[in-house]
């Protein structure tokens, strides 16, 4: 089955650091662009950050933009993201996605067509 | 605030026609890029339901299209079932702030 299961979600203190992580499996991971989006508690999506096949292309939401840094390991098929000074408002159920065709995470995007279950970011 | 927008809430009688606009600006779906749509059902991860304004991945009921115009693009559920009670979200990519955007959602009742 092609499958992502986030990880590394916690209660953390407002300035702390918190690294998150996204295992993948049933597919050919370093073909595909992969995306986090995150659901703050009862409010609507929000993309957070995208990576291409090898890493050599990054994007960022403006709300993250110098604080996160998303990165890849296709040898170990896993995804990260690296959160910095943590804020309140990045309080949310975190999700890893694979992008459905594009190696990129740009403008190529066509959609995401695989989601994890999730893991959740408490920043208080 | 949303860089797209999205009604709050739409509802419906079984086997009607709904739809759900999702209107943009010059920067995101009037530039031309791709629109994408998700159902969410409560307490569950968004599922791809159209990509690319109009097509419809494997699995997905020929119930659901997608159509773009302009600055605008809109979800449209025909044939309307009870499990089809969701929130709705539309993404497109955004030149200006060179990042993904999604609507705000859409809560579809199903009456």
Same mark, same amino acid.
């Given at each position: 089955?092609?499958?992502?299961?986030?990880?590394?979600?916690?209660?953390?203190?407002?300035? %702390?650091?918190?690294?998150?992580?996204?295992?993948?499996?049933?597919?050919?991971?370093e073909n595909y662009g992969i995306?986090?989006?995150?659901?703050?508690?009862?409010?609507?999506?929000?993309?957070?950050?995208?990576i291409s096949w090898n890493g050599g292309?990054?994007?960022?939401?403006?709300?993250?933009?110098? %604080?996160?840094?998303?990165?890849r390991?296709n040898?170990?098929?896993?995804?990260?993201?690296?959160?910095?000074?943590? %804020?309140?408002?990045?309080?949310?159920?975190?999700?890893?996605?694979?992008? %459905?065709?594009?190696s990129s995470?740009?403008?190529?995007?066509?959609?995401?067509?695989?989601?994890?279950?999730?893991?959740?970011?408490?920043?208080? | 605030?949303?860089?797209?927008?999205?009604?709050?809430?739409?509802?419906?009688?079984?086997?009607?026609?709904?739809?759900?606009?999702?209107?943009?600006?010059?920067?995101?779906?009037?530039?031309?890029?791709?629109?994408?749509?998700?159902?969410?059902? !409560?307490?569950?991860? !968004?599922?791809?339901?159209?990509?690319?304004?109009?097509?419809? !991945?494997?699995?997905? !009921?020929?119930?659901?299209?997608?159509?773009?115009?302009?600055?605008?693009?809109?979800?449209?559920?025909?044939?309307?079932?009870?499990?089809?009670?969701?929130?709705?979200?539309?993404?497109?990519?955004?030149?200006?702030?060179?990042?993904?955007?999604?609507?705000?959602?859409?809560?579809?009742?199903?009456?």
């Amino acid at each position: 089955d092609v499958q992502l299961v986030e990880s590394g979600g916690a209660l953390v203190q407002p300035g %702390r650091s918190l690294r998150l992580s996204c295992a993948a499996s049933g597919f050919t991971f370093e073909n595909y662009g992969i995306h986090w989006v995150r659901q703050a508690p009862g409010k609507g999506l929000e993309w957070v950050s995208g990576i291409s096949w090898n890493g050599g292309s990054t994007g960022y939401a403006v709300s993250v933009k110098g %604080r996160f840094t998303i990165s890849r390991d296709n040898n170990k098929k896993s995804l990260s993201l690296q959160m910095n000074s943590l %804020r309140g408002e990045d309080t949310a159920l975190y999700y890893c996605a694979k992008d %459905r065709y594009s190696s990129s995470w740009n403008t190529n995007s066509q959609g995401m067509d695989v989601w994890g279950q999730g893991t959740t970011v408490t920043v208080s | 605030q949303s860089v797209l927008t999205q009604p709050p809430s739409v509802s419906g009688a079984p086997g009607q026609r709904v739809t759900i606009s999702c209107t943009g600006s010059s920067s995101n779906i009037g530039a031309d890029y791709a629109v994408h749509w998700y159902q969410q059902l !409560p307490e569950t991860a !968004p599922k791809l339901l159209i990509y690319a304004n109009n097509y419809r !991945p494997s699995g997905v !009921p020929d119930r659901f299209s997608g159509s773009k115009s302009g600055t605008s693009a809109s979800l449209a559920i025909t044939g309307l079932q009870a499990e089809d009670e969701a929130d709705y979200y539309c993404q497109s990519y955004d030149s200006s702030l060179s990042c993904w955007v999604f609507g705000g959602g859409t809560k579809l009742t199903v009456l």
